[in-house]
């Protein structure tokens, strides 16, 4: 199981110290933490004793090179935020939609899918003033959950409100926040620098075509989508510039990516055609299970029809024969659509129950005929749909093989295959 995700924002407070607690007992409890910390919080704990409790570089620069798109990043990387401690500054600021530095632009990106959570520390005076209670219910009103502070002797001196929360508390909403998380793939998708992106744009396809014999009755197939539609996601979730055309009955997801839709051969050929005529695509992933062969007619009763020229063909039928036409191969067509003409192909053949030469000649044949640079093989009897495994091969067309247990594996195999090798 891979670790959650924890972005752990700092702000500056004498606090700070205790919010190491935190860190170190987060760590502790197999939490991967990024520590993101405002130039005031450096000034109260350095970036050798972060970097020694987390094992990685402290982020606190917003314009560091290569690094101009951790605001987006980092949000997308991260399961869970907790602020700790906040200061009066960054809640007003936050409150207000100001972002001036990394930590304010960094909830100015996060779009509150995952939980968001505030510990503030500050004087009583402070925490009490008009103006930081009502940008505190403007957190709260926007969805960050707050954790209120304790009552206490201040670093000031004084007694009253805003001490930072107990580090086993925080430690605890932060953990149960993880536990709140929905159900979803575990992913390991590395943290990659924004240069990686800047020559990447990919286009996805998902799920099955369905080939009309009248308004009500398709011939179509298995395919779900979410093969398709979890990579496209992924790769989004990583900052790629993604498009997903997916059919119509694809299973659900894809939010916040940009999606078109198909239903028939033909409407997925002519989308792919505009798309990748118009755009200058890099990359597709090609996923979508593709009807080899249309319905030309229909023969009901000694009567030839063509598809959709009736409503319904009556059940009441003895016989009906159905006529198909071949369609042609679009993994074959895509660098022939694509104004980019350096296009790289990732295809997937699905076999069935086949044995080990009937596996290697399809994914040999597929390789011909699509010029594909690499080719994801799966065969139907090591796919268990109830509990929704796979286990795939990536296979370049050096000849090169990796065994992939499960679909996030098999994500990051592509993952690693769009970044250039001068990034890496």
């Known amino acids: 199981m891979s670790k959650s995700k924890i972005l752990f924002m700092m702000t500056g407070s004498i606090a700070c110290y205790k919010a190491c607690q935190v860190i170190s007992r987060l760590v502790q409890s197999n939490c991967d933490v990024q520590v993101v910390a405002s130039a005031s919080a450096l000034q109260f704990v350095g970036n050798a004793t972060l970097e020694g409790l987390i094992g990685k570089p402290v982020v606190s620069d917003l314009y560091a090179p290569g690094n101009v798109m951790d605001h987006?990043?980092?949000?997308?990387?991260?399961?869970?935020?907790?602020?700790?401690?906040?200061?009066?500054?960054?809640?007003?600021?936050?409150?207000?939609?100001?972002?001036?530095?990394l930590v304010h632009t960094l909830f100015l990106a996060h779009d509150f899918k995952k939980p968001f959570l505030v510990a503030p520390a500050m004087n009583s005076h402070m925490y009490l003033h008009p103006v930081t209670q009502r940008s505190l219910k403007a957190?709260?009103?926007?969805?960050?959950?707050?954790?209120?502070?304790?009552?206490?002797?201040?670093?000031?001196?004084?007694?009253?409100?805003?001490?930072?929360?107990?580090?086993d508390l925080i430690l605890k909403y932060t953990l149960d926040a993880i536990q709140s998380l929905p159900e979803k793939y575990e992913t390991?998708?590395?943290?990659?620098?924004?240069?990686?992106?800047?020559?990447?744009?990919?286009?996805?396809?998902?799920?099955?075509?369905?080939?009309?014999?009248?308004?009500?009755?398709?011939?179509t197939n298995l395919s779900s989508g979410r093969t398709g539609i979890f990579i496209?996601?992924?790769?989004?979730?990583?900052?790629?510039?993604?498009?997903?055309?997916?059919?119509?009955?694809?299973?659900?997801?894809?939010?916040?990516?940009?999606?078109?839709?198909?239903?028939?051969?033909?409407?997925?050929?002519?989308?792919?055609?505009?798309?990748?005529?118009?755009?200058?695509?890099?990359?597709?992933i090609h996923t979508a299970a593709v009807s080899d062969f249309s319905v030309e007619s229909i023969e009901v009763g000694g009567k030839s029809l063509k598809p959709f020229e009736v409503k319904k063909i009556s059940s009441d039928s003895d016989t009906m024969n159905i006529r198909l036409r071949r369609n042609h191969k679009i993994v074959d067509k895509l660098r022939e659509y694509s104004k980019n003409k350096d296009l790289q192909v990732i295809a997937f053949k699905l076999t069935s129950h086949a044995s080990e030469d009937e596996r290697k000649t399809a994914v040999a044949k597929l390789f011909a005929g699509s010029k594909a640079d690499y080719v994801v093989h799966n065969d139907l009897s090591e796919i268990d749909i109830v509990k929704r495994t796979h286990r795939f091969t990536f296979i370049g067309k050096d000849g090169s093989q990796d065994r992939c247990e499960t679909l996030e594996q098999l994500t990051e195999e592509i993952i690693q295959s769009l970044i250039p090798k001068d990034i890496l």
């Open 72 to 101: 987006i990043h980092l949000m997308r990387w991260a399961d869970v935020v907790l602020v700790a401690p906040a200061t009066a500054n960054f809640i007003n600021k936050a409150a207000q939609g100001t972002a001036d530095d």
């Open 139 to 167: 957190l709260k009103d926007m969805g960050v959950q707050i954790l209120d502070t304790a009552a206490g002797i201040l670093a000031c001196g004084e007694e009253g409100w805003g001490r930072l929360l107990d580090p």
């Open 188 to 219: 390991t998708f590395p943290i990659v620098p924004v240069k990686a992106f800047e020559r990447i744009k990919v286009l996805v396809t998902a799920g099955g075509t369905q080939e009309p014999i009248d308004t009500v009755r398709t011939i």
């Open 232 to 284: 496209a996601e992924a790769l989004r979730d990583l900052g790629f510039d993604v498009t997903l055309v997916k059919s119509h009955s694809a299973a659900k997801g894809s939010s916040g990516l940009k999606s078109e839709s198909f239903v028939t051969f033909k409407s997925l050929d002519e989308k792919l055609h505009a798309l990748l005529s118009q755009q200058e695509f890099t990359h597709v």
